[in-house]
């Protein structure tokens, strides 16, 4: 078992991942620190965002410079797009761009929560589908909405634990338990993370991965936060797959405390 | 001719430009980005083909950094 891995691999439209951490490239200093806290996180997909070239300085640095495509796998994601229409344009150029059909939809609401707008996701989602697309859909953690995508045929149900770059942790486990009962795709924690217990709590509570960005590029020392995401993210998927004690009202000693057994 | 490239307007290009002509003359690595022309992918085989024409409206794409 490497350093990276729990016992299983992440498996996402028949593709296998080593690590179950997946981890953004935005917000960070430079590419260059980005493309250290990636080798510090161990993870093996990362999300990117599709945007126009910067023509009137074509050699400014490319992510791609810093972070090898054919190494890594890119997640192209759909941040900025708020139509369905929008957010299939955008990856058919990604696709054209990288050669890949595994994407993450995200078609967000009101820039105050960023949450996702569920009427369009879902309607993104059936055009990408049809369109031969392998969909991670980032989602609300509403259980009914989390089925409807799967139905459809979606790669991955991201449900989010918290608004986009709040780093608030998990608002509401139970739904999130509710979707990883229900869910045969993985479930991805997406957003909302905000240090090592979090992430360790999603996969506590059974999900397949934890997607995060703001929690490591915003901390004090990226690449070391990177490094406890990791274990966190092992930590969680071990203790989930261990099963946990039954939570007990009352103590219960460790040592043996019968009298007999006690020295006077 | 005049195209518009990413919403910015080009003037007096050389008629018969193709889209890999124009990515030479823009100096922008045709491995890195992708071309979508009238809301249309342009495949990168076909750059070189491609004959563009007056008022084509261009996006060039390439990746950044995102969550």
Redesign the interface.
């Given at each position: 078992m490497s350093p990276n891995n729990t016992i299983e691999k992440l498996i996402v439209a028949g593709r296998e991942f080593d690590s179950r951490l997946i981890i953004?490239?935005?917000?960070?200093k430079t590419?260059q620190e980005?493309a250290d806290a990636l080798v510090a996180s161990g993870a093996d997909m990362v999300?990117?965002?599709?945007?126009?070239?910067n023509?009137s300085n074509?050699?400014e640095p490319?992510?791609?410079d810093f972070i090898d495509p054919k190494k890594y796998t890119?997640l192209?994601?759909t941040?900025g797009c708020f139509t369905g229409e929008d957010a299939v344009?955008t990856l058919?150029?990604?696709r054209?761009?990288?050669g890949w059909d595994l994407v993450k939809l995200e078609v967000l609401s009101h820039p105050k929560h960023l949450y996702p707008d569920m009427e369009e996701t879902m309607r993104a989602a059936k055009l990408l589908i049809d369109d031969g697309f392998e969909v991670m859909v980032y989602c609300t953690d509403d259980p009914v909405f989390a089925r409807k995508l799967e139905d459809m045929g979606c790669a991955a149900i991201m449900p989010l634990g918290a608004p986009?770059?709040s780093g608030l942790g998990i608002q509401n486990p139970l739904n999130i338990q509710f979707i990883v009962e229900q869910t045969s795709v993985p479930v991805i924690v997406d957003?909302g993370v905000g240090t090592a217990s979090d992430a360790a709590l999603a996969m506590e509570l059974g999900c397949d991965g934890v997607l995060m960005?703001?929690a490591i590029a915003a901390a004090q020392d990226p690449i070391r936060m990177a490094v406890a995401m990791k274990h966190a993210v092992i930590a969680g998927r071990e203790a989930f797959l261990a099963g946990r004690m039954e939570r007990k009202q009352y103590a219960v000693a460790s040592s043996p405390l019968a009298k007999e057994g006690m020295i006077d | 001719m005049n195209l518009v490239v990413n919403g910015k307007d080009y003037h007096d290009l050389p008629e018969g430009m193709t889209v890999g002509a124009l990515l030479d003359h823009l100096t922008l690595p045709r491995k890195k980005i992708a071309v979508e022309r009238n809301m249309e992918i342009v495949s990168k085989s076909k750059f070189d083909d491609a004959v563009l024409c007056e008022g084509d409206r261009l996006e060039i794409i390439h990746f950044i950094g995102g969550g």
């Open positions: 953004g490239t935005g917000k960070y590419y980005n999300t990117v965002a599709v945007r126009r070239v023509l074509p050699d490319m992510l791609v890119y192209p994601n941040a344009r058919r150029l990604a054209e761009a990288g986009i770059g957003a960005n703001t | -």
